[in-house]
């Protein structure tokens, strides 16, 4: 039997490489074109193709599933059953029926919760105690086929996207050699969604990033949490005198559980090696910490060595309000 692995991000690597362990010799990949990335913008592979090169598996390169570039893949390759994960296309009606042992995918949440292009993302800004992954028969409409079978990942501590998404995607290789023998079978035992209890997890936008101090220390928390590695989170600092503003990345937080006199949201309350302690909640009487810090085009640095370059100060502020010009670019966020 061909199995058709479909995939482009990082997130379905753990899951391919199970695949050729299980079934050496029967794996065909399907990953998108080289996109241009980088400051050069030169041709970029996705990690599915660099990994399917790794594993010496054959890949294609899909611009589109529609008939004009899905047809010369299906009738070479011919595949009996597709495995779906972290796939940049929507899977055309036409080819699903054109697989015979049906399309499954791979979807980091406990669906019908977080259907869309972001559930890691938004299932941590909404504060969820735990996460998981699901594995499901494809249909037409996103994420909405019945069920073959999920696992629950509990959360007892903070983990930012990266963190979250690593251990969902090594839990959904396990799911998914768990239930390979009965995908195969064409014929296993699956659950119908219940529609009613559907929420979405749209795409992240680049505006997501702004940080208002006005919301509660744990909700900025969570923001920075989630929008690791893109866009992450950023805020401007509005130094004395008639300085510009200075663009800051914010990538590691801690709120403090002591509270203080309120005061102007985004107020800088202390500086220290322990970190930068900012004013933030409607009042202005909760703490949040940052930890790590990066001026636009610099290094990323921990508080206390981004101290000793930029002459911060207690009563200096940081912006609560989206400024109007724009937000940054990839190019102002820097090398990591």
Not at 2 to 20: D, E, H, K, N, V
Not at 156 to 169: C, F, G, H, I
Not at 176 to 185: D, K
Request: glycine share 8%; proline share 10%.
């Amino acid at each position: 039997m061909t199995i058709l692995f479909l995939g482009s991000g990082p997130f379905g690597l753990p899951a391919l490489r199970r695949l050729q362990q299980l079934r050496p010799r029967q794996i065909v990949v399907g990953t998108v074109p080289d996109a241009p990335g980088g400051r050069r913008r030169k041709p970029v592979p996705t990690p599915v193709k660099v990994t399917a090169a790794e594993l010496a598996l054959p890949c294609f390169e899909l611009p589109t599933l529609r008939r004009e570039h899905a047809d010369p893949l299906l009738q070479e390759v011919q595949p009996q059953l597709a495995i779906v994960c972290d796939f940049r296309l929507f899977l055309t009606r036409r080819f699903l029926a054109a697989i015979p042992q049906q399309s499954y995918n791979l979807h980091p949440s406990l669906l019908p919760r977080y259907r869309g292009a972001a559930p890691v993302a938004r299932s941590i800004l909404a504060n969820e105690t735990e996460h998981g992954i699901t594995l499901y028969q494809m249909v037409k409409e996103m994420d909405a086929g019945p069920i073959v079978g999920h696992r629950e990942l509990p959360i007892t501590t903070k983990q930012d996207r990266v963190q979250l998404e690593a251990a969902l995607s090594e839990m959904g290789a396990d799911l998914l050699a768990e239930h390979l023998p009965s995908l195969e079978s064409g014929n296993p035992d699956v659950t119908p969604q219940d529609h009613s209890q559907a929420t979405f997890a749209p795409i992240i936008r680049k505006p997501e990033g702004w940080i208002d101090w006005r919301a509660p220390a744990s909700d900025i928390e969570n923001q920075v949490l989630a929008m690791t590695p893109w866009p992450r989170s950023f805020c401007r600092w509005l130094p004395p005198g008639d300085g510009e503003p200075v663009l800051l990345f914010v990538d590691r937080v801690a709120v403090e559980t002591t509270e203080h006199s309120p005061t102007k949201p985004g107020t800088i309350l202390s500086c220290s090696g322990d970190g930068i302690a900012v004013a933030c909640g409607s009042s202005g009487t909760e703490v949040l910490v940052l930890k790590q810090l990066q001026r636009a085009g610099k290094r990323l640095l921990e508080a206390d060595e981004f101290l000793r370059g930029t002459p911060m100060q207690v009563g200096q502020r940081l912006q609560s309000d989206l400024p109007n010009d724009d937000t940054p670019t990839n190019q102002e966020q820097g090398p990591r």
